[in-house]
Structures are given as C-alpha cells and as structure tokens.
C-alpha cells in the first residue's frame, strides 16, 4: 500500500478498546484524514443545500424532475460499470449489523451478498464502530471462527455472501476522531477505515471494496461519493473504477434524480436499492407541514400504494435503462417462535418478494437469515439460471411527478392504535439503541433506525396538524414508559423517553433523532491517544 508521509493528524477522542489499535494505525487515520482534508467542507456545504431545499418546498417550490439535468437523463447512450465479481448475481442480500456472530450468521446464510450495515441497524457507539471494522477484517482475513462460553461454535463455511459496506450518512459526524477541533464526517469514518484495510484484501480475495450509500437526497451527494472514491483509490494504489457502490433511494427528493445519481457514479455503480423505510420517514419528513400528506397508521402503509407504486417502478425503469441493478426493499417481517405467526411472516415476505421480482427487480433484501430461503426461491422462479434480469428495460413504464407524489391518495387520520403503536416501538427502539443495539425485533417486526423514524416523524406530523392532542400524547408517552418499566425494570426509561419527547415535541421537526442522542448519550469521550 503506497501512502505518503502523515500530514493530516487525527484525534483519537476515545479509551483504547481491545485490539482497536490494529484498526486505528497511523497509517489508516491519516488516510481518513485525507479523506476529511479532501472533502469535509464539500459535506457542510452540501448539508446546507439540504435546508435550503427544504426551505423551498416548504415556501411552495413543486418538486420536480430538474429541467437543469434534462439532458442526462434524454441521453439514450450512457450505461453504467459493468457488474463487479461478485455481485453479478444479487437475488438475495441479507442485512444487518457487523457484529461478531452475525457477521458468521450472514456470510453463512446463503444469501448472494451481505450488507454490513453501520447506518440503520448500529447504534454508532465507538466500540460498535471500530468492532465492526474488525469483525469485517477478521472475516475477510478468515480468522472469525470463536466459541462461544456456551460451547457455539461460529465457523466461516465455504460459499459465503459477497461483502457489501453501508457507512453512515453525511448528517452523521463521528466525535471520537477529531480533526483540527472538529468531528470527522462519519461517513469518511467508515467508508475510509474500511477501505483502508480491506480494499486491496478484497481485490486479492477476486471481489472488491463494495459500498451501499445511504440516505443521498440528490446527484451532488452521489458527486462527492464519487469524488471520495477517485481519490482513495489513487491514494492506495487501488486501480479506478474497482470500488462499486449500490445507492439506497430513500429520499423522495433522491426519487426524482435517480438518473442523475446512476450517472454521478457511472464508472462505481452498482445499480439502486429501493430503501422504502427511509423513503416513507423521507415523505412524511419533506412534506410534514402538509394536511394533504398524512399517512394512515404506519402498519397500514403498504408497498401497493400508488405512490410507492410510482417510486418502485421508476426505480426498475431507471436502473435497467442504464444497465444497472434494481435492487428492492426489506420486507419488515422477521420470523417468530409462534408457528402460526411465523408461517403468516413467511407468505407475507413471500408476496412481497414475488411483487418485486415480477416488477423487474433483480433481487431483493432480507433481515434474517430464516427469510433467505424464501426470497431465493421466488427469485429463482423468474431468473432461473440468469443472474439478473436487466434485459428486462420497463420500456412501458413512465412515471411522472404528480404519480410520485399521489400520497393523498391514502391519507387518512390515525387511530388510537396507531398513535400508541408508534409510541411504543419509537420508545422501545430509542431504549435498545441507548444500549448500543441499531436493530430489535418488536411484535414480530424488524425496527431499525429507519423504521423508528417513521413512528417518530408520524407523532411528530399528527401533532404539528393537531390530528392528535398534545395532552392525549403524553398520556400515552407516560403509560408507555411504565408499560416498559413494569417489563424490565432495569431499562433506560427515562434517557429513551428523552429521546423520543425531543424528536417529537419540537415545534422544528428534527431531520433525524440520532445526531442529537448520539452527542447526547452515545458519545465517550476520553484523554486522546494520537
Ligand atoms: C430499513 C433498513 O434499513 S433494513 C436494513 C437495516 N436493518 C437490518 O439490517 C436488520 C437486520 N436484522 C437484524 O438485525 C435481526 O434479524 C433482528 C435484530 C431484527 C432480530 O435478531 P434476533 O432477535 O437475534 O433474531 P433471532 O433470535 O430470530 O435470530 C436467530 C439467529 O439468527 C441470527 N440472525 C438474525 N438476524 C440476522 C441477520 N440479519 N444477519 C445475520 N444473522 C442474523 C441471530 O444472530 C441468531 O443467531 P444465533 O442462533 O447464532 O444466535
Ligand atoms: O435502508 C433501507 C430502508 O428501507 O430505509
Ligand atoms: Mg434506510
């Protein structure tokens, strides 16, 4: 690896944790410093633009398709990189968090990639932070297998899932690595370690240092991705063009530059991955100060509303175009010890999954390895023995803004249920989240950041209308809590209620809970070390 002198010195803002400095070695920190040195003010500047856009929607600006990139997307003759080794074949990616067990769980599960997540499903504390590179490194180096005290024994089996990062989002910054009195960008953070060691490690293995890029509002984010890429790979020596990098569409303003996103990282991508979580936080979110855009109960939002609709189709439709996959959503079921629950998860997922790969989708994403099984075999049922469908261009779809944007068409008031629903997964999710777990399984569904957004950003919105009142909610917040208290009684209660009454009650709408609870109550600092 050729990496020049140390010029850009990071800060080390946390206790040493076991083997955290095999991680954490000059020569990784001053690549992420470099990173940072590159692009931290371009990050600032694009997060302004991020209110500045919204400011606009809010003052009545439509949201359109841009007249200003028309011509990209008119342009019939760009594609995108060919498929990387690897991930030429997609049609089951499981997700979850780079801890120990689940690493060995997922890369064993079957499923043809895994995404390791550092976004939704981690809570970024430091140590779930620098754990999950090594765990990653482990794992690619093969010296994962343990036991556990139990006598489980964890071994890497022979076939295993392609290796797929997700570093946080550009909203997140990583306070335990300092640059010049500031926090690096989280996403650098973890993009930049990961790179660092894995990269050249990957292309040696006959895979590649392979990205899913989270939350991206417009094309000028999937610009500086870009940018981030060109530059680590000339940094180390990693020939251009070797990173891929799948972007998740889960904002709705994201929806309208999907073409833009493809071709700000033609030469890096990996295709679109319909992140329909995110998306729904993302619609409630832009168009909260609407009456018209109030969705039902959350569990009554489906993926056959015609907004979705619009959303997955474009999707497809972008993708293949331009010769890139579409990748679809996380069904929110997770399997459960009741057989009957369990066998009603299971055709739910199923139905879910055969809508998407009768759609065009070229595979699709499951929270648990039980659900690999299935997702296969309905993608096994339309691709038989072909590894995509992207022949299959949707030359019959054509979506147009006010399709996009048709959520009136489903909206309706909430019920008592409903409100006391979202109280309780929001509280009961910031409560796992405050003890270092991003994702729990809550009545029998996958709650992960994004999911608890939703909840969240719902009470938000219905009390912002006054759809529901105000005293009403705190009841319910109050009962809830002891609800959770009477449970177990040594649960963080009270730092959980915190979180959510600041994410709810503000008269401003937070754009996310985490950067607030991650200062607040996940942040360690310690003496610094370098
Ligand atoms: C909206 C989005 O962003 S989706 C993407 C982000 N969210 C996620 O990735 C969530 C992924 N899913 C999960 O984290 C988990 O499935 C949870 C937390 C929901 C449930 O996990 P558990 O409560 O452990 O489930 P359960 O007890 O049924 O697990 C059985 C086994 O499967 C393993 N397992 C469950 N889910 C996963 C997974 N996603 N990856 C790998 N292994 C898994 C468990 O570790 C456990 O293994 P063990 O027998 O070796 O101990
Ligand atoms: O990240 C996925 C989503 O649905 O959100
Ligand atoms: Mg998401």
Redesign the pocket.
Known sequence: MTTTATTHRVRVLAAPGARHDEILTPEALDFVGRLHAAFAHRRLDLLKERRRRKDRLVSGTPLDFSVATAAVRADPDWRVAPPAPGLEDRRVEITGPPDRRMTVDALNSGATAWMADFA?ATAPTWNNVIDGQLNLLDAIERRIDFTTPEGREYRLGQDLATIVVRPRGWHLPEEHLEIDGRPVPASLVDFGLYFFHCAQRQLDAGHGPYFYL?KLENAGEARLWNDVFVLAQALLGIPRGTVRATV?I?TVTAAFEMEEILHALREHSAGLNA????YLFSIIKTFGHRTDFQLPDRARVTMTAPFLRAYTELLVRTCHRRGAHAIG??AARVPSRDPEADAAALAQVRLDKEREAEDGFDGSWVAHPALVPVCREVFDAVLGDRPHQLDRTREDVAVTAAELLSVRRISAPPTAAGVRANVAVSLRYFEAWLRGHGAVALHGLMEDA?TAEIARVQLWQWLRHRTIDRDDLLTVIGEECDALTAERPHALVAEARAVLERAVLERELPAFFTPDAYSRHLVRRAEVQS
Do not use: K, S
């Open positions: 939704d989270p998740l889960e992140g329909r979580r995110d959503g996380m994004a």
